[in-house]
């Protein structure tokens, strides 16, 4: 579904991607854990041609993203940004219909989907369809942002830190509400995050990243069991410690 190919990147000369390659498969999850500026964030936008690489390929479908138009692009692929991403000046409502309006969709249609959204993850359309993001709380908020992204039904999400600024509790009643969703049951999903326990429930590959390049990638059991260098056991282990 998604190929990444030795992905390069620097901004004013210091190196932030290096060599980064993947590959996830329809229906895949993979997660990119790392500590903060280890290029996860550049990583993922460059899958949706947010950010161009200064080398490598990425083939969506078998296909060069490059032949696409970017934004015919990123209609595939539903994108949650790090710290929500919403526009402060348009309502809930507004906001998860952004893309169905490129989209053409009619009104209708529209609100059906987002009423309908709005529901399936624990919120309403009289209750909040027409609040401003200011007025939601940061679970509220994250909600909002991921039925965004789901809004015109992508085949792709590319998520980032989509539960970073939630507290533990929060986090982790979230975690499980994305993870009983039928319609994120169904997505190829790349996910950023720097919680191992994120990583641990939602992937089925982990790819950890460090100074820009990935520096294991594997199933959660595999790099558990036989984590590649002291580096990888210890952002395991000390995170799992942590909890
Ligand atoms: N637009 C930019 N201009 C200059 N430098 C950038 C830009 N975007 C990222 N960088 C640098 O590239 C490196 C990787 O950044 P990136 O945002 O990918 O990290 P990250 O792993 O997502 O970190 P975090 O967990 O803090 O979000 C960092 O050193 C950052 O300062
Ligand atoms: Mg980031």
């Known amino acids: 579904m998604i190929e990444a190919s030795q992905l390069n990147k620097s901004f004013d000369g210091r190196v932030a991607v290096q060599d980064v390659s993947f590959r996830v498969p329809e229906g895949g999850?993979?997660?990119?854990?790392?500590t903060s500026g280890s290029g996860k964030t550049t990583t993922l936008r460059m899958l949706n041609r947010l950010i161009d690489p200064?080398?490598?390929t990425v083939l969506f479908r078998g296909q060069d993203t490059r032949t696409f138009r970017p934004e015919i692009l990123r209609r595939q692929m539903g994108y949650v940004m790090q710290q929500y991403g919403l526009f402060p000046h348009y309502t809930v409502a507004e906001n998860?219909?952004?893309?169905p309006r490129l989209l053409h969709w009619d009104k209708p249609r529209i609100r059906r989907r987002t009423e309908d959204l709005l529901r399936q993850l624990g919120l309403s359309w009289?209750?909040?369809?027409?609040q401003y993001p200011n007025q939601l709380?940061?679970?509220q908020q994250?909600?909002?942002?991921?039925?965004?992204?789901?809004a015109a039904d992508p085949p792709v999400l590319l998520m980032d830190e989509p539960f970073g600024a939630l507290d533990p509790v929060t986090?982790?009643?979230?975690?499980?509400?994305?993870?009983e969703l039928d319609e994120f049951k169904s997505k190829t999903v790349v996910m950023v995050t720097h919680d191992i326990r994120d990583a641990l429930e939602l992937g089925?590959?982990?790819?950890?990243?460090?100074?820009?390049?990935i520096i294991q990638m594997g199933t959660p059991d595999e790099l558990q069991q036989n984590p590649a260098n002291d580096f990888v056991a210890a952002f395991l282990h000390g995170q799992t410690d942590a909890s």
């Open 126 to 130: 009289d209750a909040h369809a027409h």
């Open 171 to 179: 986090r982790t009643r979230i975690r499980q509400e994305f993870l």
């Open 137 to 139: 709380s940061g679970g």
């Open 54 to 56: 200064d080398g490598g």
């Open 142 to 150: 994250q909600r909002v942002g991921l039925a965004r992204a789901l």
């Open 204 to 213: 089925d590959h982990i790819g950890i990243m460090d100074k820009g390049r």
């Open 29 to 34: 999850r993979l997660m990119l854990l790392g």
């Open 96 to 99: 998860i219909a952004i893309v």
